[in-house]
């Protein structure tokens, strides 16, 4: 059973950064594909990015050149490196995991999820 632990989420000034992080365990033979989901009160979670096992992400395209994921090289850990933070207000990050070797941005490919940590921005 793969355990995901989200950390990093806190408040953060509009134009500002902040990095989540993702501690996994209960994977330790398996490299798992990884992404970050986020949602806004109200609507519906949504992917953010991810990142296969070979290392290829994939990006939501609101987040295109702010956002980074990367993980460790054991899979340890999972990070999402956020820059110049829009005030979309308050919305929580989920990180997720699947054995697939690739996994893109579409929730229902996700078995593993964390309990979510959340962002505030304020401008």
């Known amino acids: 059973q793969v355990q995901l632990v989200e950390s990093g989420g806190g408040s953060v000034q509009s134009g500002g950064s902040l990095r989540l992080s993702c501690e996994t365990s209960g994977n330790r033979y398996t490299k798992h594909c990884m992404g970050w989901f986020r949602q806004i009160p109200g609507k519906e979670r949504e992917g953010v990015a991810s990142?296969?096992?070979?290392?290829?992400?994939t990006y939501a395209d609101p987040v295109k050149g702010r956002f980074t994921i990367s993980q460790e090289p054991d899979g340890s850990t999972l990070y999402l490196q956020m820059n110049s933070r829009q005030p979309e207000a308050t919305d929580m990050y989920y990180c997720?995991?699947?054995?697939?070797?690739?996994?893109?941005?579409?929730?229902?490919?996700?078995?593993?999820w964390g309990q979510g940590t959340q962002v505030t921005v304020s401008s």
């Open positions: 990142i296969d096992v070979d290392g290829s992400t």
């Open positions: 997720a995991g699947t054995r697939f070797n690739r996994c893109g941005l579409t929730e229902g490919r996700y078995p593993y």
